[in-house]
């Protein structure tokens, strides 16, 4: 499988009855959850998630979020030198970061109280037999970014 993370851009509409915010090419029908992950402050770093097959949405609700993917070239012991492709999410851009199968997720609060929406098409049980986690200090000197 060769899909890359890609953002799905969305959109909003303003009128007297206030603010309607949207992602219609975001096509749900693989979903199977979704959660929600709110980190209080910006020291806090939740890396690395890493998934074979299972695939991941990720849409801030609220503030924003460096998100860094990462394709591991193997899956027990990776290289420490590996392509780290950043995107900041931003809850006022109404952007979805889909990151297919075959990547390594991790992400860090960029303002405090920030809130993300993560939708996944396996269910938890099957997540679990898909889970890969690697040091939170590999590939990013999370301290240094931004
Ligand atoms: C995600 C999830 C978690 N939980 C329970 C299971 C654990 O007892 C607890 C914490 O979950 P976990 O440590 O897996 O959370 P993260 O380390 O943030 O990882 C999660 O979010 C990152 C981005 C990933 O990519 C992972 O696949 C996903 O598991 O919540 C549930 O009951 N339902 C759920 O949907």
């Known amino acids: 499988m060769n899909e890359e993370p890609k953002i799905i851009q969305g959109g909003a509409y303003e009128d007297e009855r206030g603010k309607l915010s949207f992602v219609n090419d975001f096509d749900l029908s693989a979903v199977k959850?979704?959660?929600?992950?709110?980190?209080?402050?910006?020291?806090?770093?939740r890396a690395w998630q890493a998934h074979k097959k299972e695939q991941k949405w990720f849409q801030v609700i609220s503030g924003s979020f460096l998100v860094a993917v990462v394709r591991p070239d193997n899956w027990e012991k990776p290289s420490?030198?590996?392509?780290?492709?950043?995107?900041?999410?931003?809850a006022d851009k109404n952007q979805v970061l889909h990151i297919p199968g075959n990547f390594a997720n991790g992400f860090?609060?960029?303002?405090?109280?920030?809130?993300?929406?993560?939708?996944?098409?396996?269910?938890?049980?099957?997540?679990?037999?898909?889970n890969f986690r690697f040091e939170s200090q590999m590939w990013l000197d999370w301290k240094n970014e931004i």
Do not use: C, Q, W
Not at 33 to 45: G, K, M
Not at 108 to 130: C, G, Q, T, W, Y
């Open 108 to 130: 860090k609060a960029l303002e405090p109280n920030s809130r993300m929406i993560v939708f996944s098409d396996f269910s938890v049980e099957e997540s679990s037999k898909d």
């Open 80 to 90: 420490e030198k590996l392509e780290v492709r950043k995107v900041i999410l931003k």
């Open 33 to 45: 959850r979704y959660y929600i992950i709110e980190h209080p402050d910006t020291s806090v770093i």
